[in-house]
């Protein structure tokens, strides 16, 4: 201990080794740092004299954001939108879905999206159009709605050529073999399957409220493709359809990340005057029906005790879903119920707290904070064309569906009752978040310029849309939801429905200024 101590005093003292040289030499010499003599009067809030001032990018006006739309003789829309980066998302949509199958058989869409990208008349088979696509880093999808049909590439800008002409390929010479038609009907019969089986009733249940809220019309029509379907549609069944909806006038070829006169002349090149594998000739029969809203119920007693077996198996639940007409995304009220959606939001009982995740929503605060019964309250808005559909979906334990029921009428009617101008404002910031944190991301942008441009022929910009949201008032809101409550509703159940009150009662409630059920007496239960 002494000798430490007695070496740490001679370090002190500088009478080591070490500090004998020190004294030789003098002061250890410090490494002059860039910021130290050469400007040291100067703030680092001040720019540095003597130095070139920076020149930054910028945006004359908005015409670099705008999406430039180009009509080619045949009809066909190309639309383009800037976006810097290596790559690009180039697609066609087209005005196609299970909405226009009223003549036809239902499920032919279904099939059409598990048929793309198969063998076509330049690529043998689906591999082939994957390596082709592998050497420009490209990955392809498609997708069908109720409404639309979407081919989409994501590929490096550089391949923009081969991408055009590939998509040009597979929309209009699909060859539909017998051996890729049965693999497709394999491929439906699964999902069938997996759509009954899931925990995740979502899916099934929005098919069956568009189905009491529609039916037998437009988007009321079955999305999926019905079991007793499977095996009638062949090649002579699609090349029937496809000749009336793949036609040039219902296409637009949209492109992000990419110049627009380089898209129009890739379309130019592959798409005008292109003579597809059903043949050409003029859409003869192609559905104009405007949906017809009817209201109803929608039931499929299912037992639920069994849906996610194991350690920790799912409850049983039995699933509501109430529904009431809204309006088209072509309507000036489409964005005060987008508003009234956010502001209702919701989700599961299990969800995490923190920012955006909707915790000051209505179907929070007044139904998942003060009911623990309930295992989930959200709500949902489906806009098309011409019709639109405000849902909530709730689920709960079956003993509890009446007040389950109860307690959806009573937010459904609160909604034309007076709006705090601060969930107003929350809910408006809410959705404004979303879109632009939506729009960061490449392909999203080129699905809203497409359907846009589908729509409208044209495309209002998300800086546009912010500006729309914002005049929102609490009296828009108010508007919008009364004239919504005096429409007939539309109810999806699933699961065990013994305790679900009649389909008279539950427009009743939605007519009543406290949305009560009407009374009902039994003697036994």
């Known amino acids: 201990m002494a000798a430490v101590v007695l070496a740490a005093t001679r370090l002190l003292r500088g009478s080591g080794s070490w500090g004998r040289s020190r004294l030789r030499f003098g002061a250890p010499a410090y490494r002059q740092f860039s910021s130290g003599g050469a400007y040291p009067s100067v703030p680092l809030s001040s720019p540095l004299p003597g130095v070139p001032k920076p020149v930054f990018a910028t945006v004359d006006g908005q015409e670099k954001f705008e999406t430039r739309v180009t009509t080619l003789e045949n009809g066909l829309r190309v639309a383009s939108q800037n976006k810097f980066g290596q790559f690009c998302t180039v697609g066609i949509l087209i005005n196609s879905g299970s909405r226009y199958e009223a003549k036809y058989l239902s499920g032919i869409a279904h099939f059409l ?307 705090d101008v601060v969930e107003l404002e929350r809910a408006k910031t809410q959705l404004m978040s979303m879109l632009m944190m939506n729009l960061e991301a490449r392909p999203v942008i080129f699905e809203d310029v497409g359907r846009q441009v589908l729509a409208t022929r044209s495309r209002k910009l998300p800086h546009e849309l912010c500006a729309l949201i914002r005049a929102v008032k609490p009296e828009d809101i108010k508007r919008v939801a009364s004239a919504m409550l005096r429409r007939k509703p539309a109810v999806a159940a699933l699961g065990d429905l013994s305790d679900l009150p009649a389909y008279e009662h539950v427009q009743a409630a939605l007519a009543n200024k406290d949305g009560r059920l009407p009374r009902t007496y039994r003697l036994f239960r």
């Open 113 to 419: 999206e598990k048929l793309a990208f198969s063998s076509t008349d330049r690529f043998d088979s689906k591999d082939e159009i994957l390596l082709t696509l592998e050497k420009h880093g490209g990955i392809c999808d498609c997708q069908t709605s109720r409404d639309t049909t979407m081919y989409a590439v994501s590929a490096d800008s550089k391949g923009l050529d081969t991408v055009v002409g590939l998509l040009a390929d597979v929309v209009l010479h699909p060859r539909l073999t017998d051996e890729e038609i049965e693999l497709t009907r394999m491929a439906v019969r699964f999902e069938l399957e997996d759509l009954g089986m899931r925990p995740d009733p979502e899916p099934l249940l929005t098919e069956m409220i568009h189905e009491a809220a529609y039916r037998e019309n437009t988007v009321g029509l079955h999305r999926f493709c019905p079991t007793e379907n499977i095996a009638k549609i062949d090649r002579s069944v699609l090349h029937s359809y496809l000749r009336n909806y793949y036609t040039p006038d219902r296409m637009v070829l949209a492109g992000v990340g990419v110049g627009h006169e380089q898209l129009v002349e890739c379309a130019r090149k592959y798409l005008l005057g292109a003579r597809p594998a059903w043949g050409g000739g003029a859409a003869a029969h192609a559905d104009a029906s405007v949906a017809q809203y009817t209201g109803g119920i929608a039931k499929l007693e299912r037992d639920m005790s069994s849906v996610s077996l194991g350690p920790t198996p799912f409850p049983e639940l039995t699933h509501i879903m109430i529904g009431l007409e809204s309006c088209s995304f072509l309507e000036g009220d489409f964005l005060p119920f987008a508003v009234l959606n956010m502001m209702m939001g919701g989700g599961g009982s299990f969800s995490a707290g923190g920012p955006g995740k909707g915790m000051f929503t209505r179907l929070y605060l007044n139904v998942l904070n003060r009911h623990h019964w309930m295992y989930n309250a959200t709500s949902y808005h489906h806009s098309y064309e011409d019709t639109g559909l405000l849902c909530i979906h709730a689920s709960a334990d079956p003993r509890q569906v009446r007040e389950m029921v109860e307690i959806i009428t009573r937010e459904f009617v609160l909604m034309a009752g007076t709006v």
